[in-house]
């Protein structure tokens, strides 16, 4: 029961299992506290490697007849980027804050894999109070599923 309350008790160091694989579950790092928008569950995205598809292909590969959705990932610089746009306009941009190593050993093919993930959304760290429907935020994992395996 204490070790139970004191992995609750510190979010930095709390791990989760995704994959047989574990990641730090942390929040940006901001020299502020920033505002929770909301918990996101998307059950399917399309993951990209940007050195094998253009982000104009991974809009073109996305869209769904109103709207583009998917998660850039670049492997040079170990970050992931979820994209929205609707009806082709620039909607959100969301930074994902703690990145997951196994994903360095997925097989991404140029149009993409399935994935499933759940997460916390803050504010950016320099944002205002304002919480806007569109714009940009970060993005905290609390899992990830490559839905292709």
Do not use: R
């Amino acid at each position: 029961y204490i070790l139970l309350l004191a992995l609750w008790g510190d979010g930095c160091k709390k791990t989760e299992v995704i994959d047989n694989t574990q990641f730090v579950i942390k929040k940006c790092p901001c020299d502020h506290e920033t505002k929770f928008i909301k918990s996101v569950i998307i059950d399917k995205i399309l993951l990209f490697d940007a050195s094998k598809t253009s982000h104009q292909q991974m809009k073109d590969l996305s869209f769904d007849g109103n709207q583009s959705f998917f998660i850039s990932y670049s492997p040079d610089a170990e970050t992931l980027t979820e994209y929205i746009f609707i009806n082709n306009n620039h909607w959100g941009v969301s930074y994902v804050c703690n990145f997951p190593l196994l994903i360095k050993n997925w097989v991404i093919p140029s149009d993409g894999i399935n994935i499933s993930y759940t997460a916390h959304e803050y504010q950016l760290c320099n944002s205002t109070d304002i919480v806007m429907e569109n714009g940009y935020s970060n993005l905290v994992l609390l899992s990830i599923k490559n839905l292709n395996n």
